[in-house]
């Protein structure tokens, strides 16, 4: 599980559409598609229904979601604290 395929599932779910998920993360849809499924194949679950309107979340992927942005979160944080130390603050 990579980092990019986290955010490429946290754009998904919070725009609801690869297409607009792709935009945000300056992708094509492809690529996002793969990230997504390579995602729920590693969680060996699928986290999104695909409508015609877009993607919708499961309950697998509603209690990934959560987990999800507290580790992107802890990421920035950690890239905010080397960035301190290493600039002398």
């Known amino acids: ?3 990019t395929h986290i955010q490429s599932f946290v754009a998904v779910a919070e725009e609801g559409h690869v297409g607009r998920a792709a935009r945000r993360l300056h992708l094509t849809q492809p690529p996002l598609s793969r990230h997504i499924l390579a995602l729920e194949d590693e ?3 699928p986290l999104f229904e695909r409508t015609a309107r877009g993607m919708r979340l499961l309950p697998a992927g509603e209690a990934f979601l959560h987990h999800a942005r507290r580790i992107l979160a802890e990421v920035d944080a950690a890239v905010h604290t080397v960035r301190g130390v290493t600039s002398g603050h």
């Open 1 to 3: 599980m990579s980092l």
């Open 43 to 45: 969680l060996g679950t």
